[in-house]
């Protein structure tokens, strides 16, 4: 479950769903192990379910009991329950990194101490890695209003575009 910089990963349905749309979802096995949360497994299983054929996808489930912080905060900030449990789990690993493309997921977990990526995260660092060249990469993200569901402001789209097309 560690990558090459010995990243814990956990996931929300959001980057599964929205990289297999995309034809990326083996972007997610540069990482050696993705943990997801049962609810989020089932999430995925009803929208995509062919994503979690991705062998190193493995479901998971918190094993401690749950901050009241988070309750707190998943309240406050209307978690699904896949969100909710994805940041749960998340919280047990204090080094680990949360995918999630929604913003009151990326909130919540902010406002907990838990680093957070997204699916732009995921195709931006393809470009660093070397698993995409810039121009795939470009493509992809030009493609993902029409080839996604995956729902951005085009100002921030435009904006992640430039610095992709700008990178060394």
């Known amino acids: 479950m560690t990558d090459r ?43 995509r379910p062919k994503a979690l054929a991705l062998p190193c996808l493995e479901r998971t489930s918190a094993t401690k009991p749950e901050p009241p912080e988070l309750e707190a905060v998943a309240v406050a900030l209307s978690l699904h329950t896949g969100e909710w449990e994805a940041i749960r789990v998340a919280l047990e690993h204090p080094a680990s990194v949360l995918l999630t493309d929604d913003t009151a997921a990326r909130l919540a977990a902010g406002n907990l101490g ?3 990526h997204g699916t732009i995260g995921v195709l931006v660092r393809a470009v660093r890695q070397g698993l995409r060249t810039k121009s795939a990469v470009l493509e992809i993200l030009r493609s993902i209003p029409t080839s996604s569901t995956l729902h951005l402001k085009r100002s921030l789209l435009d904006a992640v575009i430039q610095q992709v097309h700008d990178h060394q």
């Open 5 to 47: 910089l010995g990243l814990v990963v956990f996931c929300d349905a959001g980057p599964v769903i929205h990289l297999d749309e995309l034809g990326c979802i083996d972007l997610l096995s540069s990482f050696s192990r993705v943990l997801v949360p049962v609810a989020v497994w089932q999430e995925v299983q009803r929208h």
């Open 114 to 116: 838990i680093r957070v």
